[in-house]
């Protein structure tokens, strides 16, 4: 296929106008011993059907979609009202640049102020940027951000957040001086608190809890930030499954200094992991550390209300090398999905989303933990996701859920060696109660069978 | 235009001594420059600032700029208006638009300044 | 005209949208029992579907978009954006795939990325992409990192970083956020890489140099043989920013020119939307020297069956959650299979053709700092404007109201008053002329009335917006206070 819109005959009289012969005399620049001298080794050409037919065979390679699954772990499958895609997918959104020129850009600048303006009531806090790339740069952004604020060097990060935002983080801060130390988690599931009175001292600028947390636990976050505070430390807020906003008390109630976090839950697929949606909110008083775009209201010369990229001196296509991020691309597309998704949903829709989530999931853990063989791992409340351990090998079970065309949670070994046989499920909206007792009885065979087997 | 009384740096800061209290700002020059000032950020009373040290940024829609310190000395006073009105450092440079003030180390670092002459003539040398 | 409003102040009690089915279990009020419920989201929209759809319907007529015309943003690469694309995009099996799953489940995700990889490294010369960073910036930090823990790993701890006057700001941003000293090196009257700078500011303390090629000018660095001969020859590593590599597929390879590490923007080059700025997607290809600090996971084949590799001792770890913007590489993969190797080339000899047409049909009003070949983009200064006391910003403002998007605005820095033109290759040449014609009539008016180019736009949903009032007093959310004010 080609894009081309000129025609030979333009291609001749553009060439006439430019005095040049061919177009290859407009390439004499590059030297001749680094010119491709041979075409491309790629495929040839496909015509539209066949790109249908070659996607559509490679998307049919994926089997998940068939399986009933309870996999969430920061990828959460939610409903997505009709609109949000009808809406979302139009040129107008879909093909303009960053709003540089916001006289002709006021429909994505006006959407993403209204985001900014949910995210401040959804997080309880001042301010909230336009986006960042995900819920795991975020927490490195956040980490990043209050290091700068507090010019100190240690940050304390609860071993209990999304194992891969932890990983992101360290990557962030390799090559800075900035120390990471972990707080261990209880029993309950919680972050352990009598091992964060140790661990902060005088060096600390930064502690970061998710909740839920990666367990699917509601932390004591109140606690957390009033001790921070104490310790003249700043309390991040991390958010991995954006619908616990809710029904759990906005962060910014809690105390949090800075919220960041992942909004795939609002109207993202899944989507194989991209792209999602992170998020920031801060007090207001940090503004000028707080990385990314941010809209904000003015007027135009005949006094009407428009909206424009502001303080645009913190990024890096102004202040460079002394810019608060690098990020210049973000997630605006996303942005724009979220907003429309929870405007549709609206304050009643989506407290009611997440209070049927944490309904649902406490119905499947109460069935699940009652079985044989099976053991709630952590005491404490959950959300929509919680773990469980199993007495037998989980790989075991798996393979026999699957054969029912059931895929079972996320098992936790491989994050947390210390968590064998244990696995995280998440329960939305999206399952019903049949789902969750055909799991149940599934488990239970599973389980019953092996044991069997086994005698 | 520039007052007399002021000593001027090459980057286009202004200090006025009283005694060895040292009062900072930028030119006229260096506003008109800049733009609408939108903000100002500021040191902490008490920083201890080296000789041509960052003191702050001064920052308009699209451009910043760092503000150095003329003369090593202790932060006593920020100019706590400009928080709420940046703009007064276009709208009088040289007076409510001052910055901050310092208590002088070393008074012979302001006497190599510029004089208010030696500046406009430094000005009038700058290709634009 | 009819202004529409936030969507708060259409907000009242009672009015819905989407509604969920009836709760099916019991539902226990113990669940919440000791923790924090919250009672409301204050201030939160209560609309109903009509409602939300009209108020995006109608914010959309306010954007401008390559769908409707004319976008020569320099360095953005605003092509047109296929639409079947976004068609295998949407594909179920890729929208419902759970990154988590097992991977013989996501067997068809797993190729989708290794095939990317392997045309990437063709389409570049280089050895090895991954695909996770998120997008230009972030593949930036990535190729910065690696060349950092490369060096580390010979227990070198090289501390600064060359970069061109010209270059975009993320480059010494990013350069600095992997720990580095950033040092400019000056442009020659060429507008190209000053060799002797750069020759002088090289030492065993340099890790690296990041180049853009061609420029930001849309300058071929015709040196880069010997830029990289240079830098190596010292032991640092040569970075290239690939933004611009719209200029050169098909026809010249990075890794011909023995740079290290690149990254392409797949929202620039392989023509995915740039959705108003974002998701984007900013692979990172590396020599093999460099292979091994590759973020993880990277995707291996062992047989006929892909695998995540997670088992990467010297990498430097994950930037993003999962693998990548995963649907942006589906619709940059669709796009190259949709070319093919001539339809590739086509992309480059089109856009230098396009570039350099506007170039000579406007180079004589326009003032142009350098006058070396450019390739697929040209910066005009606003210098001759002066005199009338009319600036680039004037300029671009007053296209608007000839109904194309400006281009680039005051980038390079080395330009006074920059108008950075790219049209793409995707461009008509009746666009082209549109362009054209409307340039040289602002010329005229800026002359003759330039109080229409500094009161402009006029046609728009908003005119001219104050800028200055919204940093000094920052509005950032709508507030339940401002309701009236609306």
Redesign the interface.
């Known amino acids: 296929m080609s894009y081309i819109s000129l025609s030979d005959k333009d291609q001749k009289d553009m060439l006439a106008k430019i005095g040049v012969l061919s177009i290859d005399e407009l390439f004499q620049c590059i030297p001749e011993n680094i010119r491709l001298d041979r075409n491309l080794k790629v495929p040839n050409a496909h015509t539209e059907l066949e790109l249908i037919k070659r996607f559509l065979l490679l998307s049919e390679k994926n089997t998940y979609n068939g399986y009933l699954s309870f996999l969430g772990a920061g990828a959460y499958k939610h409903f997505i009202p009709a609109a949000v895609d009808y809406l979302s997918i139009r040129g107008e959104f879909v093909s303009p640049y960053t709003p540089y020129q916001p006289e002709v850009s006021q429909g994505t600048l006006q959407s993403i102020f209204e985001f900014q303006t949910m995210i401040c009531q959804l997080t309880g806090m001042d301010v909230g940027n336009a986006s960042l790339y995900d819920g795991a740069s975020g927490a490195a952004e956040a980490v990043l951000m209050a290091n700068r604020l507090m010019r100190k060097n240690k940050v304390l990060v609860a071993k209990s957040i999304h194992p891969q935002y932890r990983n992101v983080i360290e990557t962030y801060t390799q090559n800075l001086d900035i120390h990471i130390e972990e707080i261990g988690y209880m029993d309950t599931g919680q972050v352990d608190l009598d091992g964060l009175k140790d661990l902060l001292d005088d060096q600390t600028f930064a502690v970061i809890i998710q909740s839920p947390n990666f367990f699917g636990i509601i932390e004591p976050f109140e606690e957390i930030a009033e001790r921070s505070r104490k310790n003249k430390t700043l309390s991040i807020f991390l958010v991995a499954e954006a619908v616990s906003m809710g029904i759990l008390e906005a962060p910014g109630k809690l105390g949090a200094d800075i919220v960041t976090g992942e909004t795939q839950s609002f109207g993202m697929p899944l989507s194989f992991g991209g792209p999602y949606l992170g998020f920031m909110a801060c007090s207001k008083e940090f503004i ?1 550390q707080f990385p990314g775009r941010i809209v904000g209201q003015t007027q135009d010369l005949d006094g009407n209300t428009g909206y424009v990229l502001t303080l ?2 913190r990024e890096q296509h ?2 460079r090398e ?1 810019a608060t991020s690098n990020i210049c691309t973000n997630q605006a597309l996303c942005a724009l999905r979220a907003t429309i998704f929870l405007e549709l949903m609206g304050e009643e829709g989506f407290m009611d989303m997440a209070r049927q989530n944490m309904q649902k999931a406490a119905y499947a853990f109460e069935q699940l933990s009652s079985l044989q063989g099976v053991k709630p791992r952590f005491s404490g409340r959950i959300f929509n996701e919680f773990v469980l351990g199993f007495e037998r090998p989980w790989l075991e079970i798996d393979l026999m859920l699957r054969e029912k065309k059931i895929c079972g949670g996320f098992p936790l070994k491989k994050d947390f060696p210390e968590l064998k046989n244990c696995v995280l499920f998440n329960v939305t909206e999206m399952h019903t109660k049949e789902d969750i007792d055909r799991l149940t009885t599934a488990l239970k065979e599973a389980l019953g069978t092996q044991q069997g087997g086994k005698q | 235009m520039y007052p007399e009384e002021y000593r001027y740096s090459k980057d286009h800061e202004w200090i006025k001594v009283e005694g060895d209290l040292g009062t900072i700002g930028i030119t006229d020059f260096a506003q008109k420059q800049m733009g ?1 000032v ?2 100002v ?1 500021m040191p902490d009373i008490g920083t201890e600032l080296g000789h041509h040290q960052t003191i702050g940024v001064i ?6 700029s760092d503000i150095y310190s003329p003369t090593a000395g202790e932060v006593v006073e920020v100019n706590e208006d400009l928080n709420k009105s ?2 007064l450092v276009n709208e009088d440079p040289h007076g409510k638009g001052w910055i901050i003030k310092i208590k002088i180390k070393k008074s012979s670092e302001v006497e190599k300044m510029m004089s208010y002459s030696d500046y406009e003539k430094f000005l009038s040398g700058l290709d634009e | 005209m009819i202004r529409e409003p936030l969507i708060f102040v259409l907000s009242e009690k009672g009015k819905r949208a989407c509604l969920l089915p009836v709760l099916d279990v019991d539902e226990k009020k113990s669940v919440t029992q000791g923790i924090t419920v919250r009672k409301n989201i204050k201030g939160f929209p209560q609309v109903s579907e009509v409602e939300v759809v009209r108020h995006f319907t109608r914010l959309s007529t306010t954007n401008y978009c390559v769908d409707e015309g004319f976008y020569p943003l320099g360095s953005c690469t605003m092509k047109y954006n296929p639409k079947i694309n976004e068609k295998v995009a949407g594909f179920e099996g890729f929208l419902v795939a759970h990154p988590l799953a097992p991977e013989e489940m996501n067997q068809g995700n797993l190729e989708v990325l290794k095939l990317t990889e392997d045309l990437l490294c063709e389409i570049t010369g280089m050895d090895k992409f991954s695909l996770q960073p998120s997008a230009g910036a972030q593949g930036e930090l990535v190729g910065m990192m690696m060349i950092r823990a490369c060096l580390e790993s010979r227990g070198e701890q090289r501390k600064v970083v060359l970069i061109p006057d010209s270059a975009h700001g993320t480059n010494p941003s990013s350069a600095h956020l992997c720990g580095y000293k950033v040092r400019e090196i000056k442009s020659n009257s060429r507008g190209t890489v000053d060799l002797q700078d750069l020759a002088a500011g090289m030492s065993e303390d340099v890790a690296a140099f990041m180049v853009t090629n061609p420029n930001t000018l849309g300058v071929f660095e015709s040196d880069i043989k010997e830029i990289t001969r240079i830098v190596h020859s010292e032991g640092g590593f040569v970075y290239m920013d690939g933004a611009n590599m719209n200029a050169l597929i098909g026809t010249s390879r990075p890794g011909d020119m023995d740079v290290d590490v690149i990254h392409l923007n797949l929202h620039k080059t392989f023509s995915t939307p740039h959705g108003g700025g974002g998701p984007g997607s900013g692979p990172v290809g590396v020599k093999e020297v460099l292979a091994p600090f590759l973020p993880k996971p990277h995707i291996e084949k062992r047989g006929e069956r892909y695998y995540f590799d997670y088992d990467r001792p010297q990498s430097i770890g994950q930037v993003k959650s999962f693998y990548g913007n995963f649907l942006v590489v589906v619709r940059a993969l669709s796009y190259i299979l949709s070319l093919g190797p001539e339809g590739l080339k086509e992309i480059s000899e089109i856009a230098v053709l396009n570039a350099n047409y506007i170039r000579k049909s406007l180079e004589d009003i326009y003032h142009l700092k350098y006058n070396s070949p450019t390739l697929h983009e040209c910066v005009f200064s606003d210098l001759f404007l002066k005199d009338f006391g009319v600036s680039n910003l004037d300029v671009a403002k007053r296209l608007i109201d000839y109904n194309v998007h400006p281009p680039t605005m ?1 980038f390079p820095l080395i330009v006074h008053g920059a108008l950075m033109v790219e049209p793409t290759e995707t461009e008509s040449k009746r666009d082209l002329d549109l362009f054209i014609d409307a340039m040289k009539k602002i010329a005229i008016e800026a002359e003759k009335n330039p109080e229409l180019l500094k009161s402009a736009p006029h046609l728009t949903y908003v005119r001219r917006l104050n ?2 009032t919204a ?2 007093n920052p509005i950032l959310k709508w507030t339940p206070e401002s309701k009236g004010k609306e």
């Open positions: 000028r645009s001196t102004i202040r002394k | 609408d939108v903000y950020e920052e308009s829609v699209k451009a910043v940046p703009e | 005051s800028e200055t940093a000094r």
